[in-house]
């Protein structure tokens, strides 16, 4: 059995859905109706104590703290932001639900790349004219769509170490190497990962294809891989990278073009980009402690 063959047998019974996910999904609805309260978004996190704990600790942190302390939800959401808060329990939810240990992969660095190119995926979205909000597809897509190497590190842990032996060597980007030494690349087993959760196809597709972001394959008409590939190139410029592998690549013009971006967002991303540090670590501690 090929390593391709046995880590899709692998998936058929490892990372099971994680079960914070169904409050995202029900959030999310809430959120897109026009009557939402504050109050019904504060009923549904408090659906889960642990989710209630973090989302206050992270309202009081030093990134997001205002002149007072907050010890209601109601509270919370008003600070962190009514539209933030699917996709701040969604990090939750991803961060404590997968392990915060792998033998080739440094969490911490993962995971703060992958919070930066989700919250830069969103900003890319709105910067662009053909894109309309709501956005959180953008975020999700840009916080899961380097998941597959995890899985990876994971599922195949001796091989994976071989392949990031290579990387060391050669300037080649890692899905590249992944696919010449394991037939696979994290793309495809992220998007597989996040098929079986029956995440939306558009962002599955928009983690499978975001190093091909023009791949004539995409099923779906949507820009959420040329975003995604974006925002990780921006990302990876900007030294937040998961350190996975010193070699990024260029970025695809054909996405730029696409997007309808103009030279001018650049700078307004980049500020973006180094502004929502702060809370990607803040984000990142209260999620991991």
């Known amino acids: 059995m090929s390593i391709r063959e046995n880590i899709y047998k692998k998936l058929e019974t490892e990372f099971s859905l994680p079960p914070s996910l169904h409050i995202t999904k029900k959030l999310s609805d809430i959120v897109k109706r026009p009557d939402t309260s504050i109050t ?20 009081n942190s030093v990134a997001f703290a205002g ?19 699917s996709n701040i329990i969604t990090t939750f939810s991803m961060i404590k639900s997968l392990p915060l240990q792998c033998q080739h992969v440094v969490i911490n660095g993962f995971w703060k790349h992958s919070l930066s190119v989700a919250f830069t995926s969103e900003m890319i979205a709105q910067c662009s004219e053909k894109i309309q909000g709501p956005y959180d597809d953008y975020y999700i897509s840009g916080l899961l769509h380097d998941i597959g190497i995890l899985v990876l590190d994971i599922l195949e842990t001796e091989a994976y170490g071989l392949v990031m032996q290579e990387v060391e060597k050669v300037d080649k980007q890692l899905f590249t190497i992944e696919t010449e030494m394991l ?3 994290h793309a495809e087993v992220g998007a597989a990962v996040l ?30 891989a040329k975003v995604v590939h974006l925002a990780n190139f921006a990302c990876n410029d900007q030294g937040i990278g998961n350190t996975a592998t010193p070699f990024f690549g260029r970025f695809s013009e054909g996405a730029w073009d696409d997007i309808g971006l103009q030279v001018e967002n650049i700078p307004q991303i980049i500020d973006y980009v180094t502004q929502r540090i702060d809370e990607v670590t803040a984000i990142l501690e209260v999620a991991t402690t």
């Open 183 to 185: 037939g696979i690349n």
């Open 67 to 85: 002149s007072t302390k907050v010890s209601s939800v109601e509270d919370a959401v008003l600070r962190i932001g009514f539209g933030n808060v």
């Open 40 to 59: 019904d978004i504060a009923n549904v996190v408090q659906y889960d104590p642990a989710l209630t704990s973090r989302f206050l600790r992270l309202a």
């Open 195 to 224: 098929k079986k959760w029956n995440l939306p196809l558009p962002i599955v597709e928009g983690v499978k294809f975001h190093h091909n972001p023009c791949s004539p394959e995409q099923t779906v008409d949507s820009y959420l």
